[in-house]
T-cell receptor, first 119, second 113 residues
Protein backbone atom coordinates (compact mmCIF):
# COMPACT_ATOMS: atom_id res chain seq x y z
CA UNK A 1 0.00 0.00 0.00
CA UNK A 2 0.88 3.66 -0.17
CA UNK A 3 3.36 4.93 2.40
CA UNK A 4 3.25 8.22 4.25
CA UNK A 5 6.25 9.24 6.33
CA UNK A 6 6.29 11.85 9.06
CA UNK A 7 9.31 13.48 10.62
CA UNK A 8 10.24 13.98 13.38
CA UNK A 9 8.46 11.28 15.34
CA UNK A 10 9.19 13.04 18.62
CA UNK A 11 10.19 16.60 19.33
CA UNK A 12 10.68 18.52 22.55
CA UNK A 13 10.96 22.27 22.43
CA UNK A 14 10.93 25.27 24.70
CA UNK A 15 7.91 27.48 25.01
CA UNK A 16 7.95 30.27 22.42
CA UNK A 17 9.89 28.41 19.77
CA UNK A 18 8.55 27.11 16.46
CA UNK A 19 8.52 23.50 15.36
CA UNK A 20 8.16 22.13 11.84
CA UNK A 21 6.72 18.70 11.11
CA UNK A 22 7.10 17.17 7.67
CA UNK A 23 4.74 14.76 5.98
CA UNK A 24 5.84 12.96 2.82
CA UNK A 25 4.06 10.60 0.52
CA UNK A 26 6.82 8.21 -0.49
CA UNK A 27 5.41 6.29 -3.41
CA UNK A 28 2.48 8.31 -4.64
CA UNK A 29 1.44 11.84 -5.36
CA UNK A 30 -0.87 13.45 -2.86
CA UNK A 31 -2.80 16.45 -4.07
CA UNK A 32 -4.55 16.55 -0.72
CA UNK A 33 -3.15 15.95 2.73
CA UNK A 34 -4.92 16.21 6.05
CA UNK A 35 -3.49 17.18 9.42
CA UNK A 36 -5.01 15.74 12.57
CA UNK A 37 -4.36 16.25 16.24
CA UNK A 38 -4.90 13.46 18.74
CA UNK A 39 -5.37 14.15 22.41
CA UNK A 40 -4.64 11.44 24.98
CA UNK A 41 -7.31 8.76 24.96
CA UNK A 42 -9.37 10.76 22.50
CA UNK A 43 -10.14 10.66 18.86
CA UNK A 44 -8.40 12.38 16.01
CA UNK A 45 -9.46 15.95 15.43
CA UNK A 46 -9.14 17.28 11.91
CA UNK A 47 -7.13 20.49 11.96
CA UNK A 48 -6.85 21.39 8.31
CA UNK A 49 -6.91 20.19 4.75
CA UNK A 50 -3.79 20.91 2.77
CA UNK A 51 -4.03 21.22 -0.99
CA UNK A 52 -0.97 21.28 -3.17
CA UNK A 53 -0.29 24.72 -4.53
CA UNK A 54 -3.02 26.50 -2.63
CA UNK A 55 -3.86 27.70 0.86
CA UNK A 56 -4.88 25.20 3.47
CA UNK A 57 -8.46 25.02 4.67
CA UNK A 58 -8.65 25.15 8.44
CA UNK A 59 -11.36 23.67 10.62
CA UNK A 60 -13.33 25.90 12.92
CA UNK A 61 -11.41 26.76 16.05
CA UNK A 62 -7.96 26.05 14.61
CA UNK A 63 -5.73 29.10 14.49
CA UNK A 64 -4.23 29.36 11.03
CA UNK A 65 -1.54 31.79 12.19
CA UNK A 66 -0.43 29.37 14.84
CA UNK A 67 -0.52 26.21 12.76
CA UNK A 68 1.07 27.11 9.44
CA UNK A 69 0.57 24.56 6.71
CA UNK A 70 2.48 24.50 3.47
CA UNK A 71 1.93 22.00 0.67
CA UNK A 72 4.50 23.07 -1.86
CA UNK A 73 4.81 19.83 -3.78
CA UNK A 74 2.76 16.74 -4.54
CA UNK A 75 4.75 14.70 -2.02
CA UNK A 76 5.38 17.08 0.86
CA UNK A 77 3.26 19.00 3.32
CA UNK A 78 4.61 20.73 6.40
CA UNK A 79 2.95 21.82 9.61
CA UNK A 80 4.72 24.52 11.61
CA UNK A 81 3.59 25.15 15.15
CA UNK A 82 4.58 28.75 15.77
CA UNK A 83 5.38 30.19 19.17
CA UNK A 84 4.57 26.87 20.78
CA UNK A 85 3.13 26.71 24.27
CA UNK A 86 2.62 23.76 26.60
CA UNK A 87 -1.03 23.49 25.57
CA UNK A 88 0.15 22.73 22.04
CA UNK A 89 1.72 19.52 23.29
CA UNK A 90 -0.04 16.74 21.43
CA UNK A 91 0.24 13.98 18.87
CA UNK A 92 0.03 15.35 15.34
CA UNK A 93 -0.81 13.00 12.51
CA UNK A 94 -0.82 13.63 8.80
CA UNK A 95 -2.64 11.64 6.19
CA UNK A 96 -2.78 11.68 2.45
CA UNK A 97 -5.16 10.62 -0.23
CA UNK A 98 -3.82 8.75 -3.18
CA UNK A 99 -6.24 9.67 -5.93
CA UNK A 100 -4.86 6.88 -8.08
CA UNK A 101 -5.48 3.99 -5.69
CA UNK A 102 -7.82 5.35 -3.02
CA UNK A 103 -9.87 6.97 -5.70
CA UNK A 104 -13.37 7.90 -4.73
CA UNK A 105 -13.49 5.47 -1.83
CA UNK A 106 -11.91 8.08 0.39
CA UNK A 107 -9.24 5.83 1.91
CA UNK A 108 -6.47 7.78 3.58
CA UNK A 109 -2.93 6.69 4.35
CA UNK A 110 -1.48 7.85 7.63
CA UNK A 111 1.94 8.89 8.80
CA UNK A 112 3.37 7.50 12.01
CA UNK A 113 2.55 10.67 13.90
CA UNK A 114 4.71 13.27 15.63
CA UNK A 115 4.62 13.71 19.38
CA UNK A 116 5.27 17.31 20.33
CA UNK A 117 6.15 18.22 23.89
CA UNK A 118 6.45 21.90 24.73
CA UNK A 119 8.25 22.65 27.97
CA UNK B 1 -22.79 17.45 9.53
CA UNK B 2 -21.15 14.05 9.54
CA UNK B 3 -20.38 12.29 12.78
CA UNK B 4 -19.41 8.88 14.10
CA UNK B 5 -20.33 7.35 17.43
CA UNK B 6 -18.65 4.22 18.68
CA UNK B 7 -18.90 2.33 21.92
CA UNK B 8 -16.81 3.48 24.81
CA UNK B 9 -13.95 1.35 25.96
CA UNK B 10 -11.82 -0.07 27.24
CA UNK B 11 -12.94 -3.53 26.26
CA UNK B 12 -11.17 -6.45 27.88
CA UNK B 13 -11.62 -9.94 26.48
CA UNK B 14 -10.03 -13.30 26.94
CA UNK B 15 -8.23 -14.86 24.02
CA UNK B 16 -10.62 -16.62 21.57
CA UNK B 17 -13.61 -14.59 22.76
CA UNK B 18 -16.06 -13.00 20.32
CA UNK B 19 -15.62 -9.29 19.69
CA UNK B 20 -18.18 -6.67 18.74
CA UNK B 21 -17.44 -2.96 18.67
CA UNK B 22 -20.50 -0.92 17.82
CA UNK B 23 -20.34 2.03 15.46
CA UNK B 24 -23.14 4.23 14.18
CA UNK B 25 -22.94 7.26 11.97
CA UNK B 26 -24.81 10.28 10.73
CA UNK B 27 -24.13 11.64 7.29
CA UNK B 28 -25.88 13.83 4.81
CA UNK B 29 -24.69 11.95 1.75
CA UNK B 30 -23.53 8.44 0.98
CA UNK B 31 -20.31 8.01 2.88
CA UNK B 32 -17.63 5.38 2.73
CA UNK B 33 -17.06 3.68 6.06
CA UNK B 34 -13.81 2.51 7.57
CA UNK B 35 -12.28 0.81 10.55
CA UNK B 36 -8.75 1.88 11.37
CA UNK B 37 -6.54 0.24 13.99
CA UNK B 38 -3.76 1.80 16.03
CA UNK B 39 -1.39 -0.67 17.63
CA UNK B 40 0.65 0.54 20.61
CA UNK B 41 3.36 2.91 19.48
CA UNK B 42 2.32 2.82 15.84
CA UNK B 43 0.36 4.95 13.40
CA UNK B 44 -3.13 4.27 12.14
CA UNK B 45 -3.63 1.46 9.70
CA UNK B 46 -6.65 0.73 7.61
CA UNK B 47 -8.28 -2.46 8.84
CA UNK B 48 -11.24 -2.66 6.48
CA UNK B 49 -13.64 -0.53 4.54
CA UNK B 50 -17.00 -0.53 2.79
CA UNK B 51 -18.05 1.97 0.20
CA UNK B 52 -21.77 1.35 -0.23
CA UNK B 53 -24.77 -0.07 1.54
CA UNK B 54 -24.70 -3.82 2.25
CA UNK B 55 -21.01 -4.06 1.45
CA UNK B 56 -19.04 -6.18 3.87
CA UNK B 57 -15.46 -5.27 4.62
CA UNK B 58 -13.18 -7.96 5.98
CA UNK B 59 -9.54 -8.37 6.89
CA UNK B 60 -7.51 -10.46 9.36
CA UNK B 61 -10.66 -12.18 10.59
CA UNK B 62 -12.45 -8.90 11.27
CA UNK B 63 -15.70 -8.06 9.51
CA UNK B 64 -18.08 -5.11 9.31
CA UNK B 65 -21.20 -4.66 7.20
CA UNK B 66 -22.42 -1.29 5.96
CA UNK B 67 -26.03 -1.08 7.15
CA UNK B 68 -27.77 1.94 5.72
CA UNK B 69 -31.09 1.19 7.38
CA UNK B 70 -29.55 1.28 10.84
CA UNK B 71 -26.67 3.65 9.92
CA UNK B 72 -24.25 1.21 11.48
CA UNK B 73 -20.91 -0.39 10.74
CA UNK B 74 -20.24 -2.68 13.68
CA UNK B 75 -16.87 -4.42 13.85
CA UNK B 76 -16.82 -8.14 14.68
CA UNK B 77 -14.31 -10.91 15.06
CA UNK B 78 -15.14 -14.47 15.99
CA UNK B 79 -12.02 -15.26 17.98
CA UNK B 80 -9.68 -12.53 19.17
CA UNK B 81 -5.98 -12.97 19.81
CA UNK B 82 -3.63 -11.18 22.16
CA UNK B 83 -2.07 -9.50 19.13
CA UNK B 84 -5.42 -7.81 18.41
CA UNK B 85 -4.93 -5.57 21.44
CA UNK B 86 -5.07 -2.05 20.02
CA UNK B 87 -7.31 0.98 19.65
CA UNK B 88 -9.97 0.70 16.96
CA UNK B 89 -11.42 3.75 15.23
CA UNK B 90 -14.58 3.84 13.16
CA UNK B 91 -14.55 6.56 10.51
CA UNK B 92 -16.44 7.88 7.54
CA UNK B 93 -15.69 10.08 4.60
CA UNK B 94 -17.59 11.47 1.70
CA UNK B 95 -17.08 13.72 -1.24
CA UNK B 96 -18.76 16.60 0.55
CA UNK B 97 -16.10 16.63 3.25
CA UNK B 98 -13.33 16.57 0.67
CA UNK B 99 -12.62 13.01 1.78
CA UNK B 100 -11.36 14.07 5.17
CA UNK B 101 -12.09 11.28 7.61
CA UNK B 102 -14.46 11.86 10.53
CA UNK B 103 -13.41 9.58 13.36
CA UNK B 104 -15.20 8.10 16.31
CA UNK B 105 -13.51 8.43 19.68
CA UNK B 106 -11.81 5.08 19.45
CA UNK B 107 -12.29 1.89 21.43
CA UNK B 108 -9.37 0.38 23.28
CA UNK B 109 -9.28 -3.41 23.18
CA UNK B 110 -7.17 -5.52 25.51
CA UNK B 111 -7.03 -9.24 24.92
CA UNK B 112 -5.64 -11.32 27.75
CA UNK B 113 -4.15 -14.82 27.43
Amino acid sequence: GAVVSQHPSRVICKSGTSVKIECRSLDFQATTMFWYRQFPKQSLMLMATSNEGSKATYEQGVEKDKFLINHASLTLSTLTVTSAHPEDSSFYICSARDAASGGNTGELFFGEGSRLTVL
Amino acid sequence: GNSVTQMEGPVTLSEEAFLTINCTYTATGYPSLFWYVQYPGEGLQLLLKATKADDKGSNKGFEATYRKETTSFHLEKGSVQVSDSAVYFCALSDHGSGYALNFGKGTSLLVTP
